[in-house]
């Protein structure tokens, strides 16, 4: 099984938006996905559930409850996402950084956001795992807009940070739509579609190192 943390310390980022389209992505692939919501507004849960009639349906879990959510977990999942809870930092994260194969930080390109993640990756870096180079930790300049100059500056500032910055996803009200409805880009297959699909390819090749 392969464990995935969507994590940041900053709201409204797109966290939830990145681990429902992780799922969906396994799911697609045949995988037996498991969605572990630690959230407590409970958003990746309800993305779930109006998903659960797809063939490519994933299980939706309380992560809420830690000392429950592993007794619930079926034992040929192939698949586990985690949706941490927004304003987490490393320490409060400890018992999902020993389980996970990798972390993905989601970035907004706006001063506020580069200024909460600092200390955000400085706690993970106080992880075992993560300072021995066993834990990958992946940075995701999210909801981008290539034309203006605050997203081009983001995305030359993250290149330099400690951590890889595997993929640069652009700002699209699609995102919004399909998460309200249970899907996501890749259950879709137009053109237009497949211009966004093409922005989480880095990242998806990060994943299976």
Known sequence: MKTVLVASSKGGVGKTTIATHLAAHAALEGLNTVLLDVDPQRSSTRWAERRAAADSAVLPLDGTKRKSWRKQLPDDTQRLVIDAPAGA???????????????????QPSTLDLEATVPFLESLAQHTRVRKGELGVGLVANKLRPWTNTSQQTVELLKHWPYPLVAELRDSQAYVLLTGLGKSLFDYHSAKVREHQDDWTSLLRWLKR
């Open 89 to 107: 930092m490393g320490d409060s994260l400890e018992h999902l950084l020993d389980i996970a194969d990798h972390v993905v930080v989601p970035v």
